[in-house]
């Protein structure tokens, strides 16, 4: 971005490049942090820092690149040991359906049940994942990266995403089936 | 292909991360291999698990707004840091804001502020008028000290130096003896101090020499004037002591101390003062 632009026109181009990806950022926060409050800071904190360096993006994928930000905003939060709760255990009954129950209230109460059971079961199990295997879960399998994106990202090589992302999913099954996946 | 490296390569060939020829060597193995199979088969099963499960957070509504609140706050703190250009820079046309106007504006203030202190240095080195005077009046003094230049008419007698002005001055200054005081008077001389020629009178106190200038008060101030009490300065090691009296100014210059140049200006008002007092 030009650096002699006014302040609006900043702002602006900024909030088009980067809005869009709210979500997907929020939800990698979400993911790393484990909880809401630790979550809305993190993304706040990793939006400023993207708008402050926005000169230095220099086109390409825009969501890996506010993806990587908030995941080194995030370890950066952790060294320097302001992250308030990140060693909170999953709260299911506050946090574990929310975002489900809004969009299924057409479906009927079984199948409901059944997939708040699945869901419920998948986030427990992701949440016990250590983080290293939990992040490329999540960037595979929630934003869909390709290995080249989840690398960049992560600043890992390409077959270390694959043997991550391979071990997560061992990991992943022998805690969604236990005594099956085990060996 | 061993089972072993076949699970190491299941995850990247689901995702279709494996290459051309891994691919070919996993789905020969695949064929052959039940146990594989299997584990192909809940690996497909935990990618559905995940991708229909994992719950996707949304980002809620009001982090959009905090987030454009922090970046307004960032902006504005940003901008107290080049604040008084900005706002004109903005409304004018393209190429003209995309001058470093922060740093010309930076450089103008300091030149300004250069300038003035350069101005202010100047005004208050320029010696006033009274200054420039006594400066006139030390210069006059160590001048009147070389040899020779002391007295144009050498004498102690009041009466001789007196006449002697007459007609080299327009005004007749007040000459007195202070002998008895202890101040001989040396003789008297003309000078030129204060764009004007004036009587200068020596006087003598010990080993000193004191110079004593006297010139009818000028000007304006001439109807205002009655007599000023004295004011004593020091110029380069010399005491000076200028008071008014009558309508004349008085002068009196001397490496002498303070106490007795003030003695000597006392002496001189005194006389003043009886010989108006009593015409």
Known sequence: MDMFLGDDEKAAQFEALAMPHLDAAYNLARWLTRNEHDADDLVQTAYLRAFRFADSFRGGDVRAWLLTIVRNTYYTSLRDGLSRHSDVSFDEELHGDAAHDERQDSEDPASIAARRDASRSVNQALEQLPQAFREVLVLKEMDDLSYKQIAQVTEIPIGTVMSRLARARKMLLAYLQPGMAGD | ?279
């Open chain 2, 1 to 279: 292909m061993e089972c072993k490296q076949s699970q190491e390569y299941m995850s990247a060939y689901l995702d279709g991360e494996l290459g051309p020829s891994e691919s070919a060597q996993l789905s020969a193995h695949l064929e052959e291999c039940r146990q594989c199979r299997s584990m192909q088969d809940e690996l497909r099963a935990l990618r559905a698990l995940v991708a229909g499960g994992a719950t996707r957070y949304a980002a809620p509504e009001h982090l959009k707004h905090r987030i454009r609140a922090a970046i307004k706050t960032e902006q504005q703190r940003e901008a107290a840091t080049r604040a008084p250009v900005r706002a004109g820079a903005r409304e004018r046309a393209g190429g003209f804001t995309r001058w470093p106007w922060a740093w010309i504006n930076l450089g103008l203030t300091g030149l300004s502020t250069a300038a003035f202190a350069v101005t202010l240095t100047l005004y208050l080195q320029q010696p006033s008028g009274e200054d420039q005077l006594e400066q006139e009046l030390v210069a006059s003094h160590f001048r009147a000290l070389m040899p020779d230049h002391l007295s144009d008419v050498v004498s102690t007698d009041q009466h001789t130096v007196k006449p002697w002005f007459a007609g080299k001055l327009d005004y007749s200054p007040p000459v007195y003896d202070l002998a008895q005081q202890g101040f001989p008077l040396i003789g008297g001389r003309l000078d030129y101090v204060n764009h004007r020629p004036v009587a200068a009178m020596a006087y003598q106190h010990r080993k000193h020499i004191l110079n004593l200038y006297v010139w009818p008060v000028g000007g304006k101030s001439a109807q205002a004037t009655t007599t000023s009490t004295p004011r004593a300065t020091s110029h380069q090691g010399f005491q000076m002591v200028r008071w008014r009296q009558g309508d004349m100014e008085f002068s009196a210059i001397s490496d002498v101390n303070g106490q007795d140049l003030a003695e000597f200006a006392r002496l001189l008002r005194d006389h003043g003062a009886a010989t108006t007092s009593a015409p």
